[in-house]
């Protein structure tokens, strides 16, 4: 069975704090992806990795950055987190072009 | 611009009528389809996919039909039951490995 594991289910941070994600896979998938689940907007994807060191921007990249240092992980990182950062972030990680399969989720909240 | 769209933010059935849910795409480079399902506090769920030399895939259930020409798919629950109430996202992918998903229909099977 894949596994993608984030590194909290729930966070609260506050405005300008520097904020790590991790996202952790155990397949070997070369695709890992960070989205955010917003109420009537669905999945928008941030941004997305196709190897190590590897990052494209998604839709909505401002205000995140990245790091894929190693294969099986893939951190999102908020520099300087601000209230419309507040979300559910979810990772996932794909093999070729295959199903995504994701992780369990983190609400972070920005106060 | 979102170029994965459902437009119904919401869809209730009777337990045992059939469900279907909608989706249309604007980017003709999408060559692959997705459904996938989620419940609260959960990431989501693979459910079924087709790709664009099909037009239909069928899984027990479920049925993805894709309509090329229109930029349209669509899922079939058939029969639809109480357990299947969840979120729906459709989403789609093309060769360079990423994924664009829609807003979601939350779908609710009544007893």
């Known amino acids: 069975d894949v596994k993608v594991t984030q590194s909290s289910r729930y966070l609260v941070k506050r405005t300008g704090e520097k904020v790590f994600l991790e996202c952790v896979q155990d397949m070997d998938h070369e695709n890992m992806f960070w989205y955010r689940q917003d109420p009537g907007l669905g999945l928008r994807l941030i941004y997305f990795s196709y190897d190590v060191k590897m990052k494209e921007k998604g839709d909505i990249p401002e205000g995140y950055s990245v790091s894929r240092e190693k294969k099986e992980r893939f951190s999102l990182i908020l520099e300087s987190a601000s209230t419309n950062q507040t979300s559910m972030y979810l990772c996932?990680?794909?093999?070729?072009?295959?199903?995504?399969?994701f992780g369990p989720g983190t609400r972070l909240t920005v106060l | 611009d979102q170029q994965v769209k459902q437009n119904s933010p919401s869809l209730s059935v009777q337990e045992g009528r059939i469900s279907i849910l909608n989706c249309d795409y604007t980017n003709s480079m999408f060559d692959y389809f997705l459904w996938y399902k989620k419940y609260p506090a959960e990431g989501p769920t693979f459910l079924i996919s087709i790709s664009s030399i099909k037009d239909k895939n069928e899984d027990g259930r479920f049925t993805v039909f894709l309509n090329k020409s229109a930029k349209h798919l669509s899922l079939h629950i058939v029969p639809s039951q109480p357990g299947d109430s969840a979120v729906y996202f459709c989403a789609a992918s093309s060769d360079n490995n990423d994924m664009r998903f829609g807003a979601g229909t939350r779908l609710t099977v009544k007893p």
């Open positions: 996932a990680s794909r093999f070729d072009l295959a199903e995504q399969f």
